[in-house]
């Protein structure tokens, strides 16, 4: 009989509460069933980075190919990597490419453990061959041919948890976005220059058609300028048409400034209110966020 060796080491400060605490959230939010699948995936990581650094200082472009092909051939990094990327990986990122996460992110399973179950049952293949070991990694390759093996007394019941799970996640994520645009300041913002905009456009509206009631006095001035210049009346006519202009221009800026004067208070006064129900309405998401935070601690 084969012996198997041990593929990890336990840590140096196994009781340190900072770690316990670590690796009880990750056990917790991957369905672990011990914490020595921890350590596998921790051994696994420090290996990739064993070899990186060792590439690094050997500048072998080959062994980099290599080795950046297998870590992206796995999911761990996306195409176009470097080895910068592989230092930069985490435990979660090796977890999160194990068979039971990526069966239970499919929804073949409602929670982490009776993903766990379905596979340690039997009840889950890989291109049609039976696979019983929730910590294997998967590759990309792989990933596309998981689905519920064939002789599997539970593939019905399987598949119909599987649709149910992918329509309450459909619905949730639907929730989210419409939550989250609920709470986007940047439609907040749009908004709140809606309001603003009214105000000003109105004051644009009357400077353009006291503009034009001035043009047409000046294009009137003007024609009369014209009419007693042929008569011989220049310089009358000339200082005439300045006078008149002026005045003009003079009681336009006057009604201009009035108009601007009102709207100005109203845009402030609008500013505030949209600033009052963007601030309400971020204390309303922080609050939420707390709680559902305090939920997920408790749990």
């Given at each position: 009989?084969?012996?198997?060796?041990?593929?990890?080491?336990?840590?140096?400060?196994?009781?340190?509460?900072?770690?316990?605490?670590?690796?009880?959230?990750?056990?917790?939010?991957?369905?672990?069933?011990r914490k020595g699948e921890i350590w596998?995936?921790?051994?696994?990581?420090?290996?990739?980075?064993?070899?990186?650094?060792?590439?690094?200082?050997?500048?072998?472009?080959?062994?980099?190919?290599?080795?950046?092909?297998?870590?992206?051939?796995?999911?761990?990094?996306?195409?176009?990597?470097?080895?910068?990327?592989?230092?930069?990986?985490?435990?979660?990122?090796?977890?999160?490419?194990?068979?039971?996460?990526?069966?239970?992110?499919?929804?073949?399973?409602?929670?982490?453990?009776?993903?766990?179950?379905?596979?340690?049952?039997?009840?889950?293949?890989?291109?049609?061959?039976?696979?019983?070991?929730?910590?294997?990694?998967?590759?990309?390759?792989?990933?596309?041919?998981?689905g519920i093996y064939g002789n599997s007394?539970?593939?019905?019941?399987?598949?119909?948890?599987?649709?149910?799970?992918?329509?309450?996640?459909?619905?949730?994520?639907?929730?989210?976005?419409?939550?989250?645009?609920?709470?986007?300041?940047?439609?907040?913002?749009?908004?709140?220059?809606?309001?603003?905009?009214?105000?000003?456009?109105?004051?644009?509206?009357?400077?353009?058609?006291?503009?034009?009631?001035?043009?047409?006095?000046?294009?009137?001035?003007?024609?009369?300028?014209?009419?007693?210049?042929?008569?011989?009346?220049?310089?009358?006519?000339?200082?005439?048409?300045?006078?008149?202009?002026?005045?003009?221009?003079?009681?336009?800026?006057?009604?201009?400034?009035?108009?601007?004067?009102?709207?100005?208070?109203?845009?402030?006064?609008?500013?505030?209110?949209?600033?009052?129900?963007?601030?309400?309405?971020?204390?309303?998401?922080?609050?939420?966020?707390?709680?559902?935070?305090?939920?997920?601690?408790?749990?």
């Open positions: 009989m084969r012996k198997h060796r041990k593929r990890y080491s336990r840590p140096k400060k196994p009781w340190s509460k900072e770690r316990l605490d670590s690796e009880r959230g990750i056990a917790s939010e991957y369905g672990l069933r596998k995936v921790e051994a696994r990581l420090r290996e990739f980075r064993r070899r990186a650094r060792e590439i690094v200082a050997s500048q072998n472009k080959v062994a980099e190919k290599e080795l950046v092909d297998k870590i992206i051939g796995l999911g761990l990094i996306p195409r176009e990597s470097h080895l910068d990327d592989v230092l930069a990986l985490t435990v979660n990122n090796l977890l999160d490419r194990r068979l039971q996460t990526i069966v239970f992110r499919k929804g073949i399973g409602s929670t982490q453990k009776q993903a766990r179950q379905f596979i340690t049952h039997g009840h889950i293949a890989i291109d049609g061959r039976r696979v019983e070991w929730p910590s294997a990694f998967i590759s990309l390759e792989q990933e596309e041919k998981i007394k539970l593939k019905d019941a399987i598949v119909k948890l599987k649709n149910a799970n992918q329509k309450l996640k459909k619905q949730e994520a639907k929730k989210a976005e419409e939550k989250a645009a609920e709470a986007k300041p940047e439609e907040n913002l749009e908004k709140s220059a809606e309001v603003i905009k009214s105000p000003v456009d109105a004051v644009a509206d009357v400077v353009a058609k006291d503009v034009a009631v001035v043009k047409e006095k000046v294009e009137e001035t003007v024609k009369e300028v014209v009419e007693e210049v042929k008569e011989g009346k220049t310089k009358e006519a000339a200082e005439k048409a300045v006078d008149h202009v002026e005045n003009e221009v003079v009681e336009v800026a006057s009604e201009v400034k009035e108009e601007m004067k009102k709207d100005a208070e109203e845009v402030k006064e609008k500013v505030a209110e949209v600033v009052a129900e963007v601030k309400e309405k971020v204390e309303e998401v922080a609050a939420e966020v707390k709680e559902k935070v305090e939920e997920v601690k408790k749990e």
